[in-house]
């Protein structure tokens, strides 16, 4: 499955890509070699961290390439009154008698904890496309559903402040 992207985001990974390969990677290199000179591999601390590092670097690397090769481009076309990309969106779980208010996002700049949601999500799955007033139910992984009301949508657009997660 190809992951679905903004231009901003394949624009934030190669960013973050040409930045490790063209600094960080020299730079970690020139720590590798370093600790390597400290003799004894077999119980140098600083030599296993350096490789430790590179290792970190260079699947980062692979990850950010791949992710930019197989992506989808999109862009939000929702409606005045739809949700959409970069929406904050308020809504009403009848069942725990309670208002929640998240951010829909593409799958690259998720943070559940910041309640910023990927369009991909249970909750953003269910939002995605729907407008003010609308019932829906939130289908879980774990086959648990609820049911939600939309009660506002704040358009938002993609301002670049958000960070591309890390794995």
């Given amino acids: 499955m190809n992951n ?3 231009k901003k985001d394949i624009e934030k990974m190669q960013e973050e890509m040409e930045y490790r390969i063209g600094v960080l990677r020299p730079k970690i290199l020139e720590e590798v ?4 000179s ?3 591999l077999s119980e140098n601390f600083e ?3 350096a490789k430790q590092e590179r290792g970190k ?6 990850f950010l390439r791949n992710m930019i090769k197989t992506a989808v481009i999109i862009e939000d076309t929702s409606l005045e ?3 959409g990309l970069y929406d904050k969106v308020t809504y009403y779980i ?3 008698d309670e208002e929640e208010t998240v951010m829909i ?3 690259v700049r998720h943070d559940a904890l910041s309640n910023i949601v990927s369009k991909e999500s249970p909750i953003g799955k269910a939002l995605f496309g729907r407008s003010i007033g609308d019932k829906v139910t939130v289908n879980t992984d774990s086959g648990i559903s609820y049911d939600v009301v939309i009660k506002r949508i704040e358009k938002g657009e993609d301002d670049g402040t958000l960070s591309i997660r890390k794995y």
């Fill in 38 to 40: 400290h003799g004894d």
């Fill in 33 to 36: 070699k370093f600790a390597r």
């Fill in 105 to 107: 996002v593409t799958t």
């Fill in 57 to 62: 670097n260079e699947s980062r690397i692979r």
């Fill in 81 to 83: 009154n739809e949700v």
């Fill in 94 to 96: 009848e069942e725990d």
């Fill in 4 to 6: 679905e992207l903004t």
């Fill in 47 to 49: 030599y296993k961290a």
